[in-house]
């Protein structure tokens, strides 16, 4: 099993989409996650920095500037999605990745207080 670190810039990121407002809090994530193709639109026209802003784990040994470096996706590269912060502390609780969880939750619940 992959291991991952927290991306300490995904998770300042997100904080600052919740604080300007650029979030969905109701979707299908299954819907709105980005897939292969619109991972590669995005990283046709923005860096990979960018690119692993949406990512809250790296994975440990992976190299920099490619997709298997970055797990646990929660915005559609452009909003964050209460969805895909709630998958990701389903998906790291049930791999146990414990820091990615807590990161995910710390992120859902100033999500939640914000939007309270």
Known sequence: ??????????VEYAKRLIESR????DSE?????????????????HSWEEYGQWHLGLTV??????KARFGFVYGDLR??????????????SEWRHKKIE??????LQLLDAKTA
């Open 1 to 10: 099993m992959a291991r991952y670190e927290v991306n300490e810039q995904a």
């Open 22 to 25: 650029q979030y969905v809090l």
């Open 29 to 45: 994530w299954g819907e709105v996650q980005p897939h292969a193709e619109a991972q590669n639109k995005f990283l046709e026209s």
């Open 61 to 66: 040994g992976a190299g920099d500037e490619t």
């Open 79 to 92: 909003r964050l999605h209460r969805t895909g912060l709630i998958a990701c502390v389903y998906r790291a």
């Open 102 to 107: 807590l990161a995910a939750h710390d992120l």
